[in-house]
Protein backbone atom coordinates (compact mmCIF):
# COMPACT_ATOMS: atom_id res chain seq x y z
CA UNK A 1 0.00 0.00 0.00
CA UNK A 2 1.00 3.20 -0.63
CA UNK A 3 3.01 5.52 2.15
CA UNK A 4 2.85 9.14 2.90
CA UNK A 5 3.17 11.27 0.11
CA UNK A 6 4.75 14.66 0.35
CA UNK A 7 4.82 17.23 -2.24
CA UNK A 8 7.36 18.69 -3.40
CA UNK A 9 10.38 16.94 -2.78
CA UNK A 10 12.27 20.27 -2.92
CA UNK A 11 11.53 24.02 -3.45
CA UNK A 12 13.37 27.15 -3.10
CA UNK A 13 12.05 29.99 -2.37
CA UNK A 14 12.48 34.09 -1.60
CA UNK A 15 12.72 35.84 1.53
CA UNK A 16 9.05 37.40 2.16
CA UNK A 17 7.31 34.78 -0.18
CA UNK A 18 4.89 32.25 1.22
CA UNK A 19 4.95 28.39 0.31
CA UNK A 20 2.51 25.62 0.63
CA UNK A 21 3.21 22.06 1.26
CA UNK A 22 1.32 18.89 0.79
CA UNK A 23 0.67 15.50 2.35
CA UNK A 24 -1.19 12.88 1.39
CA UNK A 25 -1.11 10.24 4.33
CA UNK A 26 -1.80 6.75 4.34
CA UNK A 27 -5.20 5.39 2.92
CA UNK A 28 -7.36 5.22 6.32
CA UNK A 29 -5.30 6.95 8.00
CA UNK A 30 -6.95 10.47 9.64
CA UNK A 31 -4.35 11.98 11.93
CA UNK A 32 -1.75 14.08 10.05
CA UNK A 33 0.86 16.02 11.78
CA UNK A 34 3.85 18.46 10.48
CA UNK A 35 7.45 18.62 12.00
CA UNK A 36 10.33 20.85 11.14
CA UNK A 37 13.87 19.67 11.22
CA UNK A 38 17.04 21.86 11.35
CA UNK A 39 20.27 21.75 12.62
CA UNK A 40 20.14 23.63 14.89
CA UNK A 41 17.18 22.92 16.45
CA UNK A 42 16.42 19.39 15.45
CA UNK A 43 12.91 18.10 14.82
CA UNK A 44 10.28 20.06 16.70
CA UNK A 45 6.56 19.63 16.25
CA UNK A 46 4.46 21.91 14.71
CA UNK A 47 0.47 20.96 14.18
CA UNK A 48 -2.17 17.34 14.49
CA UNK A 49 -4.91 17.57 12.52
CA UNK A 50 -7.74 15.11 13.07
CA UNK A 51 -10.95 14.84 10.93
CA UNK A 52 -10.35 18.46 9.61
CA UNK A 53 -9.86 19.59 13.03
CA UNK A 54 -6.35 21.02 14.62
CA UNK A 55 -6.05 19.20 17.75
CA UNK A 56 -2.43 20.29 18.43
CA UNK A 57 -0.02 22.86 18.32
CA UNK A 58 3.42 23.22 18.50
CA UNK A 59 5.26 26.49 19.64
CA UNK A 60 5.77 28.02 16.20
CA UNK A 61 4.36 31.76 14.74
CA UNK A 62 1.40 32.24 12.93
CA UNK A 63 3.21 32.69 9.81
CA UNK A 64 3.39 29.11 10.03
CA UNK A 65 -0.49 27.49 9.26
CA UNK A 66 -2.24 24.26 8.45
CA UNK A 67 -5.23 23.06 7.03
CA UNK A 68 -6.74 19.31 6.35
CA UNK A 69 -9.11 18.21 3.50
CA UNK A 70 -12.19 15.43 3.96
CA UNK A 71 -10.16 13.26 2.16
CA UNK A 72 -7.63 13.80 5.24
CA UNK A 73 -4.86 15.31 2.57
CA UNK A 74 -3.20 18.18 5.02
CA UNK A 75 -1.61 21.44 3.58
CA UNK A 76 0.91 23.56 5.71
CA UNK A 77 1.42 26.98 4.63
CA UNK A 78 4.36 29.41 5.89
CA UNK A 79 3.63 33.01 5.07
CA UNK A 80 6.68 35.47 4.78
CA UNK A 81 9.12 33.35 4.89
CA UNK A 82 12.22 33.82 6.75
CA UNK A 83 15.93 32.46 6.11
CA UNK A 84 15.73 30.66 9.02
CA UNK A 85 12.74 28.77 8.05
CA UNK A 86 15.31 26.75 5.63
CA UNK A 87 14.28 23.38 6.66
CA UNK A 88 13.03 19.31 6.42
CA UNK A 89 9.67 19.73 6.59
CA UNK A 90 8.04 16.31 7.27
CA UNK A 91 4.55 14.76 7.77
CA UNK A 92 3.50 11.39 9.65
CA UNK A 93 -0.33 10.10 9.45
CA UNK A 94 -1.64 7.24 12.12
CA UNK A 95 -4.29 5.36 12.24
CA UNK A 96 -7.33 5.55 15.05
CA UNK A 97 -8.35 8.77 17.07
CA UNK A 98 -5.79 8.29 19.75
CA UNK A 99 -3.11 9.99 21.03
CA UNK A 100 -0.64 8.91 21.10
CA UNK A 101 -1.29 6.77 18.60
CA UNK A 102 -2.07 2.89 19.05
CA UNK A 103 -0.02 1.92 16.18
CA UNK A 104 2.47 4.43 16.11
CA UNK A 105 3.27 7.12 13.40
CA UNK A 106 4.38 6.43 9.38
CA UNK A 107 6.17 9.53 8.34
CA UNK A 108 6.56 10.86 4.59
CA UNK A 109 10.10 11.78 3.15
CA UNK A 110 9.43 15.31 3.47
CA UNK A 111 10.15 18.69 1.66
CA UNK A 112 13.03 20.23 1.95
CA UNK A 113 12.41 23.89 1.86
CA UNK A 114 15.45 26.41 1.27
CA UNK A 115 15.04 30.31 1.60
CA UNK A 116 16.80 32.51 -0.29
CA UNK B 1 8.84 22.00 31.30
CA UNK B 2 8.55 19.71 28.91
CA UNK B 3 12.40 18.14 27.87
CA UNK B 4 13.70 15.42 26.27
CA UNK B 5 17.33 14.28 26.51
CA UNK B 6 19.31 11.69 24.45
CA UNK B 7 22.67 10.16 25.17
CA UNK B 8 25.27 9.78 23.57
CA UNK B 9 24.85 12.26 20.84
CA UNK B 10 27.94 10.75 18.61
CA UNK B 11 28.92 6.60 18.98
CA UNK B 12 31.13 4.63 16.88
CA UNK B 13 31.04 0.97 16.81
CA UNK B 14 32.61 -2.27 15.26
CA UNK B 15 30.16 -4.61 13.54
CA UNK B 16 28.91 -7.16 16.09
CA UNK B 17 28.80 -4.59 18.93
CA UNK B 18 26.20 -3.98 21.50
CA UNK B 19 24.91 -0.63 21.15
CA UNK B 20 23.03 1.27 24.04
CA UNK B 21 21.71 4.57 22.97
CA UNK B 22 19.81 6.74 25.89
CA UNK B 23 16.93 8.71 26.25
CA UNK B 24 15.63 10.75 29.43
CA UNK B 25 12.72 12.84 29.82
CA UNK B 26 11.67 15.53 32.73
CA UNK B 27 7.88 14.75 33.54
CA UNK B 28 5.33 11.89 32.79
CA UNK B 29 5.28 10.93 29.55
CA UNK B 30 2.26 9.37 28.19
CA UNK B 31 4.27 6.94 25.47
CA UNK B 32 7.63 7.61 24.16
CA UNK B 33 8.76 7.03 20.10
CA UNK B 34 11.85 5.48 18.80
CA UNK B 35 13.05 6.83 15.16
CA UNK B 36 15.14 5.96 12.78
CA UNK B 37 16.72 8.11 10.41
CA UNK B 38 18.65 7.06 7.04
CA UNK B 39 20.90 9.83 5.52
CA UNK B 40 18.42 11.98 2.81
CA UNK B 41 15.86 12.29 5.74
CA UNK B 42 13.54 9.29 5.20
CA UNK B 43 12.40 8.41 9.19
CA UNK B 44 11.15 4.78 10.60
CA UNK B 45 8.92 4.33 13.60
CA UNK B 46 10.79 1.66 15.31
CA UNK B 47 8.47 1.42 18.37
CA UNK B 48 6.53 3.11 20.13
CA UNK B 49 6.02 1.90 24.11
CA UNK B 50 4.30 3.23 27.21
CA UNK B 51 5.65 -0.20 29.70
CA UNK B 52 8.51 -2.51 29.83
CA UNK B 53 9.72 -3.93 26.89
CA UNK B 54 9.36 -4.05 22.91
CA UNK B 55 12.00 -6.48 20.35
CA UNK B 56 11.67 -6.33 16.84
CA UNK B 57 14.47 -8.60 15.51
CA UNK B 58 18.30 -7.29 16.63
CA UNK B 59 16.44 -4.32 18.49
CA UNK B 60 14.98 -4.11 21.55
CA UNK B 61 13.69 -0.94 23.33
CA UNK B 62 12.88 -0.54 27.13
CA UNK B 63 11.46 1.86 29.26
CA UNK B 64 11.03 2.83 32.83
CA UNK B 65 8.35 4.47 33.74
CA UNK B 66 9.45 5.91 37.55
CA UNK B 67 12.92 6.78 36.63
CA UNK B 68 11.48 8.29 33.58
CA UNK B 69 14.19 6.67 31.15
CA UNK B 70 14.46 4.15 28.00
CA UNK B 71 16.83 2.57 26.00
CA UNK B 72 17.58 1.30 22.77
CA UNK B 73 19.61 -1.70 22.22
CA UNK B 74 21.06 -3.20 18.90
CA UNK B 75 22.61 -6.69 19.54
CA UNK B 76 24.84 -7.66 16.84
CA UNK B 77 24.93 -4.16 14.98
CA UNK B 78 25.87 -3.68 11.46
CA UNK B 79 26.76 -1.21 9.23
CA UNK B 80 23.51 -1.38 8.10
CA UNK B 81 22.35 -0.21 11.36
CA UNK B 82 24.13 3.70 10.76
CA UNK B 83 21.32 5.97 11.09
CA UNK B 84 20.68 8.88 13.15
CA UNK B 85 18.49 7.30 16.22
CA UNK B 86 15.54 9.63 17.89
CA UNK B 87 13.24 9.40 20.77
CA UNK B 88 10.30 11.33 20.82
CA UNK B 89 8.44 11.30 24.21
CA UNK B 90 4.35 11.76 23.81
CA UNK B 91 3.97 13.99 26.86
CA UNK B 92 0.01 14.73 28.65
CA UNK B 93 -0.58 17.62 26.64
CA UNK B 94 -0.19 15.28 23.69
CA UNK B 95 2.53 17.15 22.61
CA UNK B 96 5.82 15.31 21.10
CA UNK B 97 8.83 16.68 22.14
CA UNK B 98 12.24 15.20 20.10
CA UNK B 99 15.32 13.78 21.78
CA UNK B 100 18.47 15.59 19.74
CA UNK B 101 19.46 12.89 18.22
CA UNK B 102 21.87 9.70 18.44
CA UNK B 103 24.32 9.41 14.71
CA UNK B 104 25.20 5.86 14.96
CA UNK B 105 28.14 4.78 12.82
CA UNK B 106 29.31 0.95 12.51
CA UNK B 107 32.20 0.08 10.96
CA UNK B 108 32.80 -3.79 9.27
Known sequence: KAGVTQTPRYLIKTRGQQVTLSCSPISGHRSVSWYQQTPGQGLQFLFEYFSETQRNKGNFPGRFSGRQFSNSRSEMNVSTLELGDSALYLCASSFGSRLPPSYGYTFGSGTRLTVV | ?108
Open chain 2, 1 to 108: KNEVEQSPQNLTAQEGEFITINCSYSVGISALHWLQQHPGGGIVSLFMLSSGKKKHGRLIATINIQEKHSSLHITASHPRDSAVYICAAVFNTDKLIFGTGTRLQVFP
